[in-house]
């Protein structure tokens, strides 16, 4: 299950990304070796959360990743935890993780978005 559903503009340059009906960032492709993804919320350091990686997949993964940090720095969670817990791990699968390490990526994630902040 994947929290994020993507809407394209016409020339498939740029993506927005939704958490149900709230538009929460972007990804753009720059060219076919960048692509730069931005969280649209406040950051608890300030700033906002953003990146510029080689690939499309990666550029979703670390924008829902940073979707995770954020909501877990503003005591929000989902509806549903096993909702959470099923993302994580459908994350971890397609990055041939264990289990224990889908738990862990909400720390990680948390860490990669306050290092680069």
Sequence with gaps: MTL??????ASGTQ???YCGACRIGYIDNTDDERWIWS???IQPKGGRASGIVGNEATAKSLLEAALYAWLDAAGLEFKSNSRLMDA??????????????????????????????
């Design 15 to 17: 993506h927005a990304a």
């Design 88 to 117: 994580l791990q459908e994350i971890a699968a397609k990055r041939k993780m264990d289990a224990t390490a889908a738990v862990s990526m909400k720390a990680i994630a948390t860490k990669a978005i306050e290092e680069a902040t």
């Design 4 to 9: 994020l559903t993507y809407k394209a503009n």
């Design 39 to 41: 969280l649209n919320t």
